[in-house]
């Protein structure tokens, strides 16, 4: 399959070199539209070709290395001003001038999510929202997944402070694709304290799509996209970079991470380096030992952006342990070892790793291409994951579990050249995996899974509507060896097997330039995954015996959604509503308070442990997320978001376990005008998070949680010290160390509490060298 991959890849970019476009120089000015002055560092990019300049102190720009024809969506961005986007067929673009208007509410961003080329979020029928590295670092978080949580719609299961899993719309595990370097993440995603081995500082912005998405995206797309985006390269001649640290009080977190970039007439690169440790976290009722985590993250690019597309190559290293709380209390509350001895105030709070703990290892290599061939346009990727996960029982050197899943992955997409409207693109993708066994523990057997999928999709656009419609095929296969534990069967050989048609239907349209209305409805499927094939066994953290079921369908399901967006330059409201009928939902039930005993290999002591089996019904999601922004005044900022999700079983008339509880979240933010050369991009925030009562459960598997409320603050400027900016924060979470435990902390069967107060310090400093040329 590997010859395969790399055959393809040599051939496709033989035909674009071969094929491309000839090239011309497109450039023009950015100006004020009310005063017609310049406007000096001003964004312009062309995100599908990953290109992108700033304009010089006369508000001018140049792209010295594009195609001379074809359609292409350009983006202009400048702070205090509404974005400017416009399809542009450069075989006539001649000089392109933008005026932009002043605004101080930044609504139309182009996005990459849910389409299958760039587009305007207007023009976009699918329910995405784009977060950006600036406000990510204004709220500083543990992980890549705890700083979305704030999105309406998303939210996470935890297990401490290192890993969190993402909830869109009440769906998690296998049913949310989360997308880095183009690449589908895969690393045991079932799991339940199986966090996303991505480093959070890499990301440039992040796109979330909250839906259905199999179209585009194949199985496992029920619930939405999580789309990781890295910085574009710096225009040529140009070296770009930047150093971050933070520290925050409660775990004794420390984060640094720092980056450089740069472009050599079109011959690009990139570096980072990322760690990060902390001790164990802090509550109102006391430290919770072995909490703490380490990871080093070390990533790196080459390629080019050339006149005929652009070839880039990613690679990355994210290495994480993390520790297991798996201890007793006596009688006065104090936390104790299996001999029963009082952990001591060094042992709670040290930032070295207790038994258990985790050594998570995820190394990748993509390879993206974007190549013109004659009026239309290829898209391909290529990857190579390794995903080694061992869990640490008995000794801090040898794993009693430990998966090695390998998996090797392409995708491609043909752009047929836009004709009176319509966009039509044709795509396929497939994966192959190997998962082993390294170890004498055996939850899942080893097996190998193939997939393939084929899609068509079709846009057809007029001045203010949009129709978007397409269809998919997918077969997916997998198939799991017999294995042998202490003498005995542990497996038995087995294959699941399916095939699957999907399609989706989506509209947009604009009533005026503040006014949308976008719709979808569609079907969509995921593959039951190896460990509710097959799981036998103990999974060290999830506290409960699993059993899989090799005769488990797919899920398959029904949704629809629609979304109002008002935009205008005070203000901002969006609602949106879904509801989404899942057939052969899998998820895991205890019947009748069964058990299983258990050995311990050593001892051979016994143990009675809760049996979970995975079993299927129907389901039913529904609900809906509302957002208000009022920005009255340049100096005010009233942020206020809401979201609902109700989820049922059909069958047995109960909730869904694992729901979010819905939370209304207001936010004011202060941003004083600095008259200060030396000073700027000053603000003051503080908010309140409103958790409601989440009493919808499912008995059998969880408990209700009541209502809580935190408070939050934060402080943060710019300093220019020789025209170099330096961004400083301040930031405490639960301002008021309330005690609390969240609906989906995995923690709460234990009766551990979430986190107390945490004050935060954050550095930014961007760089740059160089001149454009």
């Known amino acids: 399959m590997k010859l395969k991959i790399s055959g393809i890849f040599i051939f496709l970019l033989f035909i674009g070199v071969n094929l491309v476009a000839a090239i011309a120089p497109i450039k023009g000015r950015i100006t004020d539209a009310s005063t017609n002055k310049p406007l000096p560092g001003a964004t312009v990019s062309i995100p599908e070709l990953r290109i992108s300049v700033t304009t010089n102190r006369d508000g001018e720009y140049s792209f010295s290395s594009i195609p001379e024809r074809g359609n292409f969506l350009i983006e202009v961005r400048y702070i205090g001003y509404k974005s400017n986007t416009q399809t542009v067929n450069l075989s006539n673009a001649g000089s392109l001038n933008f005026a932009l208007q002043p605004s101080v509410i930044e609504v139309h961003e ?58 869109i719309r009440g ?22 304290e199986h966090g996303i081995e991505i480093d959070q500082y890499n990301a440039d912005r992040i796109e979330i799509l909250r839906g259905a998405a199999s179209l585009l995206y194949g199985s496992d797309g029920l619930g939405g996209i999580i789309n990781i985006l890295e910085p574009f ?41 990322t760690y990060k440790n902390a001790f164990g976290y802090n509550t109102p009722d006391g430290r919770i030992p072995n909490t703490g985590f380490h990871e080093t993250d070390l990533s790196g690019q080459v390629g080019f952006n050339k006149k005929w597309g652009y070839s880039h190559l990613d690679v ?29 105030p060094s042992q709670i709070k040290t930032r070295d790793m207790l038994l258990p703990f985790q050594d998570i290892r995820h190394y990748k290599a993509a390879l993206n291409n974007y190549i013109l061939i ?15 996960r061992r869990e640490l029982e008995e000794s801090p050197t040898d794993p009693s579990l430990f998966f090695d899943l390998k998996t090797y992955s392409y995708d491609l997409k043909y752009y047929f050249a836009e004709k009176n409207g319509w966009e039509p693109v044709i795509g396929v993708s497939g994966q192959y995996q190997d998962n082993k066994n390294k170890a004498a523990e055996l939850l ?47 497996f038995s050989d087995f294959s699941n097997s399916l095939s699957n048609v999907s399609g989706a239907l989506g509209f947009t349209h604009q009533f005026n330039d503040q006014l949308t209305f976008k719709a979808n409805a569609g079907s969509a499927f995921r593959a039951p995954n190896a460990a509710e094939l097959s799981a036998d066994g103990v999974h060290e953290g999830t506290f409960r015996y699993e059993r899989g079921d090799v005769t488990l369908k797919p899920e398959k399901t029904l949704s629809a959604d629609a979304t109002l967006e008002y935009h205008s330059s005070k203000a901002d409201l969006h609602l949106s509503v879904y509801n989404n009928y899942i057939n052969n939902y899998i998820y895991l039930r205890q019947f009748n308070n069964q058990k299983v005993t258990i050995t311990d290999e050593e001892s ?12 299927q019904d129907n389901a039913n999601l529904y609900g809906m997320e509302a957002g208000l922004t009022l920005h009255p005044t340049s100096l005010i900022h009233f942020q206020n978001t809401f979201a609902l999700t109700r989820a049922k079983n059909r069958e047995t008339k109960n909730d869904l376990p694992f729901t979010p509880a819905p939370v209304l979240r207001n936010e004011l933010r202060f941003e004083p005008f600095s008259g200060a050369s030396s000073v700027e991009n000053t603000w003051f925030s503080i908010g309140l998070d409103n958790f409601f009562k989440q009493d919808r459960v499912d008995p059998a598997f969880e408990t209700p949680t009541g209502a809580y409320t935190l408070v939050n603050a934060s402080i943060g400027t710019t300093l220019k010290l020789n025209n170099q900016p330096l961004r400083l924060s301040v930031s405490a979470n639960n301002l008021f160390d309330k005690a609390y435990i969240d609906h989906l902390s995995r923690f709460k069967t234990e009766g551990l509490l979430n986190q107390g107060r945490n004050i935060s310090f954050g550095i930014f400093v961007p760089l740059s060298f160089g001149k454009a040329i």
């Open 171 to 192: 769906l998690s595990y296998n049913r949310i694709i989360t997308m880095s370097d183009g690449v589908k993440q895969e690393g045991q995603q079932w799991g339940d």
């Open 604 to 615: 051979g002591d016994e143990e009675e442990v809760d049996l979970y089996n995975y079993v």
């Open 374 to 388: 004659g009026d239309g346009k290829l898209r391909s990727t290529f990857a190579f994951q390794d995903n080694q």
């Open 316 to 344: 990355s290293s994210f290495r994480q342990k993390l520790g297991l709380p798996e201890f007793e209390r006596n009688d006065e509350g104090q936390f104790i070892d299996e001999e029963g001895d009082v952990l001591t």
């Open 110 to 167: 182009v996005v990459v999510t849910g389409t299958p080329g760039s587009s305007s979020n207007q023009q976009n029928s699918t329910s995405v929202t784009s977060i950006s590295k600036e406000e990510m670092l204004r709220r500083p978080s543990t992980n890549i997944i705890d700083a979305l949580s704030r999105i309406p719609g998303v939210s996470q299961i935890t297990t401490g402070a290192a890993v969190s899993k993402p909830v």
């Open 444 to 490: 899942i057997p080893d097996y190998n899974s193939k997939a393939f999928g084929s899609f068509a999709y079709i846009k057809k656009s007029w001045k203010s509507s949009t129709v978007n419609a397409g269809l998919r095929f997918d077969h997916r296969s997998l198939d799991g060896k017999q294995m042998e534990s202490e003498g005995e069967t542990k």
């Open 233 to 273: 390269p710096p225009a040529p001649g140009q070296i770009k970079g930047e150093i971050l640290s933070n520290y925050a009080t409660n775990n004794g977190l420390s984060g640094s991470s720092a980056m450089l970039q740069g472009n050599a007439n079109g011959f690009v690169w990139k570096g980072r380096g």
